[in-house]
């Protein structure tokens, strides 16, 4: 059970579940380092996970019933305004875009009140009828957070067990004997609020979190075990017996696609487009929790399934030719966290790929899109721990890394200057590996629209498109070439006799971080890539160089930086190469950083002089 607490631009967090909590609300007891860049306060937050088997716990879709919840409003000096009942709070499912089938819900309640600061009070209960986790401890859940006093408990049947794994934090409990249960107890006091700094860390990285699981669970009929990787791929695969089957069609079909094919690679690259032909994605969170997939049977019925069923039908299919593939589990999004490696459970991970391992190769297959070229991984799933599916267990692999070799936008330019400062450009852009997924995006929208987007998303004023065109390349590190006519009308700049010239066109960097006195993160950056550009300007006959910038080149533990321009006969060459390295580093290196930033904003800027000639 959990209660808390709102202070306008600060919030309060309560609870009665445990002893009496007497400090006042009134908002001059808060200490002063805690309302220090917060934007917001929790006063007190007490969370109880009560576990009274595997079968039944309290702390909801179909597998959890909020029981109660309330709350209260304080003015400043801790005077109640208003008291707020479990029929104020609003209740919505919690359909996302792409879900055709979704049970999860939301309560909630908004605070309309125009005196600062304020703070609410609230109260809820949730019970489970199964579980396969404990609800997280992840105290600062915000920037500009600032926490009085947080305590989380655990209370346990002495027959039910867990595992946990902290960070941040003493790893130790505080543990006594209640009514026959066995009780945890974590706590943290005076956490001021941290302030975002660029590049920095996920906040569980750097706040006080614990993460639960029950070494036995009961989830929807189905019983497991996730002590360790081993047995929770026991328990996956166990979900996934005798849901391989496939229609006679798709059989005859599957046999036809691979009959004139010699090579197993070239017989799976066929095998996933006529997969990705004949289906499309929709997330259905239902079965077993939503960790079941629908059966190979029914997606040949049906057409359409989640990443689950769409995965489950791809390695039947694969069966069906002989292909030995596994189900492969993963924690997906361009900016999710990596797992603990050391703490086994289903709950890190929330979306399934395909794996078809070779002697000295592996493939990887994402099954819920379309489009996506076969053997590629995109910002969804790539540089990431996957939990291979075996009757045997499971097993952590990485899944495919893309390299700064790899990660390339190469870009050159023909760019016709007027006398009277308009271009007129001709422009050819390769987007390769994770860079292709940067326009990928144009391949699924029509011709209108790529133009629409174009408009959109080019960073020019003043400009007409007047041809374009995609082309793509879908092999395992696939390219998109990306090919536009432009006139960029005023482009150059007048000063009596003189023209200038801005030399870069298209990859303009603007950003520089800014200005922290004293960093106290880890600098970040989680891909490397590399961008090149070559621009060829050629000068309007009446016009002359004047002058040319200096060369820039930059080296250092970030990345690489160069950019230089050479006249050869009537035209000017604009020359620019930015790499970017990956990496953790340490945050006294900040101010290097942001000076490798201003010289490249400061390149980027450089203009070219021509001057009319006499």
Known sequence: MRKGTVLGILIIIFTNLCPAFSEEID????????????NAIVRYDYSEFQVNSIKNAKFTSKFRTIENIEGKIYDSEGNLIKKIKSSDFTDHCILSGASLYDDNRVKFYEVFQNKYPYTVEYEYSIDYSGYIHFPMWFPIDSYNLSVEK????VKTNPEVRFHYKSKNINDSAAISEENGSKVFKWSIQTFPALVFEPYSPFLSETTP???????????????????????????ANQLLIGRDQLTDKTKQDIHTIISTLSDNKEKVRKLYEYMQSKTRYVSIQLGIGGFQPFSALEIDNLGYGDCKALSNYMVAILKEAEIGSNY?????????????????????????????????DTIWLECTSQDMPFGYLSTFTNNRMALLIKPEGGELVKTTKYTQNDNIQSRKIYADLTEDGNLIADITTHYKAIQYDNISYQFRESKEDQKKNL????????????????????????????????????????????MFLPLNILNKHEYIPKKIIKRKTEIVFNSAYSDNDTIIYKIPEKYSVEFIPDTTAISNQFGEF?????????????????????????????????????????????????????
Not at 27 to 38: H, R, V
Not at 466 to 491: C, G, H, S, V, W
């Open 27 to 38: 908002f001059k007891n808060i200490p002063e380092e805690l309302k220090k860049d917060a």
């Open 328 to 360: 492969a589990i993963v924690n997906a999004g361009e900016y999710s966290k990596a797992i603990n490696t050391d703490f086994s459970s289903v709950s890190q991970m929330n979306h399934v790929i395909v794996c078809v391992p070779f002697e000295n």
């Open 150 to 153: 947080s305590e989380y408990v």
């Open 209 to 235: 979190v614990i993460y639960f699981a029950p070494n036995n669970f009961y989830y929807d009929g189905s019983s497991g075990n996730q002590e360790s990787w081993e047995e929770v791929g026991k328990w």
């Open 455 to 498: 408009y959109k998303n080019l960073d020019l004023t003043n400009f007409d498109i007047l041809d374009f065109i995609y082309i793509q390349n879908k092999q395992r590190i696939p390219i998109a070439t990306e090919q536009m006519k432009l006139k960029l009308n005023q482009y150059a700049s007048f000063s009596g006799e003189r």
């Open 562 to 614: 160069k950019s230089y321009v050479t006249k050869q006969n009537d035209s000017l060459v604009y020359i620019r190469t930015d790499k970017r390295n990956e990496g953790r580093y340490p945050a006294e290196s900040y101010n290097e950083l942001i000076d490798f930033y201003k010289q490249i904003v400061k390149a980027d800027n450089q203009k070219a002089i021509l001057i009319k000639k006499q």
